[in-house]
């Protein structure tokens, strides 16, 4: 599976990704508060922002997964349903981590939604360890939303 950068003109698919697998994930998850800001709006103009480091799974135009990486950060990854359990996120996640270990990273980090058991099973099989639980602050149109989340870390090497 080839992992790419984004197209622009694919970001209004991307978002559409996004927002269908964040409100199906996290819904019964975080705030009512959070939910509500969470707007198809908001995850367009969050790609657009995060634009260039935008790393995307499937053909230009139909994409079917994602992660955005920010500095250390692996900030989102997502696949669409459908894709689940076809190891669409395992080349995604190995793309990431060489990407980040390129950039010189030693610790990569990730925050997970308290109880999104599925991608916890996901990040542990994949390597990444449980460091605790933390106060990260979600990105909002309203400014910075602070939400307990499980923080993730993998110590990388250039080869991961
Ligand atoms: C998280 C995500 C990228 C993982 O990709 P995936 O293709 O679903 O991952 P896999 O199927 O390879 O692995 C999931 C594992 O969780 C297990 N699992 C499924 N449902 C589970 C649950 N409710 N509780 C615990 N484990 C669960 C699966 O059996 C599998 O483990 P196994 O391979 O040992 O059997 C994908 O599910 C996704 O995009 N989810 C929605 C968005 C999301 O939550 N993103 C992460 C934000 S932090």
Not at 99 to 104: N, Q, S, T, Y
């Amino acid at each position: 599976m080839q992992v790419r950068s984004a197209d622009a003109a694919e970001i209004d698919r991307l978002a559409r990704l996004w927002h269908d697998g964040w409100h199906q994930t996290h819904a019964s998850l975080v705030p009512q508060e959070l939910i509500r800001l969470r707007t198809p709006e908001s995850f367009c103009e969050r790609l657009q922002a995060a634009f260039p480091n935008v790393h995307v799974a499937g053909p230009i135009g139909a994409p079917i997964g994602f992660y955005v990486l920010e500095g250390d950060e692996l900030s989102q990854l997502f696949v669409s349903p459908e894709a689940h359990g076809s190891g669409v996120a395992a080349a995604l996640i190995s793309d990431a981590e060489a990407r980040l270990a390129e950039h010189g990273v030693e610790t990569a980090w990730l925050a997970c939604a308290i109880g999104n058991d599925r991608a916890a099973r996901f990040y542990e099989k994949s390597g990444w360890r449980l460091s605790g639980t933390v106060v990260n602050p979600a990105e909002t149109s309203s400014g910075p939303f602070p939400l307990e989340v499980w923080r993730y870390e993998k110590r990388l090497t250039l080869s991961t």
